[in-house]
């Protein structure tokens, strides 16, 4: 038995476009199908000018305040006196919310947006009444 240890290559057959034999005809010449090839420019066409200057200037003259709300001084001191008054932890008022210690510390130091959910929670395990936070604004839409 002989073996053939002559190398094989294998191409891809190349298509009609990187031969150059079938190229793509120029505006004003007749193409492959016999009809005239014609171009017409697009406004801002392939460009990244979609802002219209109106809505730009709008956006500068912007004037509502997009911050989140916080919890009320005075219901922070609600929760810490009641929480004090029980004798009770942050960490303690925490596992009885089945919630992490920094909800808690969060809530006494202002960082937390108010959940009346859980402002509800703490008041049944405190055993009190705590003021809730007013609610926030709606902001209209002038167009």
Do not use: C
């Not at 031969?19 to 406004?43: C, D, I, L, M, W």
């Not at 959910?117 to 809730?132: N, Q, S």
């Amino acid at each position: 038995m002989d073996q053939n240890w002559e190398p094989i290559v294998l191409k891809k057959k190349k298509t009609p476009a990187q031969t150059g034999a079938a190229s793509r005809a120029q505006p004003g010449q007749v193409g492959p199908n016999g009809v005239v090839v014609e171009t017409v420019k697009k406004h801002n066409a392939g460009q990244n000018h979609h802002l219209v200057i109106g809505s730009a200037k709008k956006l500068e003259e912007e004037t509502v305040d997009f911050h989140h709300q916080k919890v009320p001084l005075e219901l922070r001191k609600a929760i810490q006196q009641a929480r004090q008054a029980k004798s009770m932890t942050q960490k303690d008022l925490a596992v009885r919310l089945n919630e992490k210690a920094s909800v808690v510390n969060d809530y006494e130091s202002g960082k937390a947006i108010p959940n009346n959910g859980m402002i509800a929670r703490m008041e049944k395990i405190l055993e009190t009444k705590l003021p809730r936070p007013p609610k926030p604004k709606k902001v209209k839409e002038d167009e």
